[in-house]
């Protein structure tokens, strides 16, 4: 089955402590970004990769980071996670450009403490 | 600027009843792209339409369609006969050509509720 799949899932954490949030695509992607959802924001894209080793940022890209090291994983990092940080995360997938539809992970929801 | 204003927050409306999403969108681009997406209560972003800048065709699949006008910037989705599962969040959201972000514009979504 084509998919995203993003974990965890859910996650409680604190302040400064360092996490990864993972994600991996069964399609063969060229294009994955990180989206964060926040009320009466909408998603807000994080941070994008067009290929391997090919990254950059999107809209909101301070404190995360991102790698691109395989095709199908495009982890996202949180070297010092604050408050304002709490979310609701998503990973994306698509063919190509701005032309094709992305394909969406289910989500991850973050609570920062 | 925002590119893509979702003005109805929430709908309600009692099953059967017919109800339009509205979206308007902004872009300089000539050549863009226009989604709608679903987001259930369960969290997942579905995708449901895709439409390019230069077909203007309006488009029914089922109980949905959709309406697109170039001259006023809009992009409105019509659920006909609505049933309870289409109760969910959903969004309308630009993609341009000249961006090699490959970003998606969302807009800030209207919930939708469906009273049996």
């Known amino acids: 089955e084509a998919q995203v799949t993003q974990n965890p899932r859910y996650l409680i954490t604190v302040t400064g402590k360092k996490l990864t949030v993972t994600c991996s695509q069964n399609?063969?992607?060229?294009?994955m970004s990180w989206y964060r959802q926040d009320p009466g924001l909408g998603l807000r894209q994080i941070y994008y990769?067009?290929?391997?080793?090919?990254?950059d940022k999107g809209d909101v890209p301070e404190g995360y980071k991102v790698s691109r090291k395989e095709k199908r994983n495009f982890p996202l990092i949180l070297e010092s996670p604050s408050p304002n940080q709490t979310s609701l995360y998503f990973c994306?997938?698509?063919?190509?450009?701005?032309?094709?539809?992305?394909?969406f992970g289910d989500g991850t929801r973050l609570s920062i403490l | 600027a925002q590119k893509v204003t979702q003005a109805q927050t929430e709908i309600s409306v009692v099953e059967k009843e017919d109800v339009t999403l509205d979206c308007v969108y902004e872009?300089?681009?000539?050549?863009?792209?226009l989604f709608w997406y679903k987001q259930p209560p369960s969290g997942e972003l579905v995708f449901l339409i895709r439409?390019?800048?230069?077909?203007?065709q309006n488009e029914i699949s089922g109980r949905y369609s959709w309406n697109f006008q170039k001259s006023t910037s809009s992009f409105n989705f019509t659920i006909t006969a609505s049933q309870v599962v289409d109760s969910a969040v959903y969004f309308c959201?630009?993609?341009?050509?000249?961006?090699?972000?490959?970003?998606?514009?969302f807009g800030t979504g209207t919930r939708l509720t469906v009273i049996p």
């Open positions: 994306a997938s698509s063919w190509g450009g701005s032309n094709q539809p992305q394909h």
């Open positions: 399609m063969n992607h060229e294009y």
């Open positions: 990769s067009m290929n391997v080793e090919v990254t």
């Open positions: 872009t300089r681009d000539t050549t863009y792209y």
């Open positions: 439409r390019n800048s230069f077909d203007e």
């Open positions: 959201a630009l993609s341009e050509e000249l961006t090699v972000a490959n970003n998606l514009f």
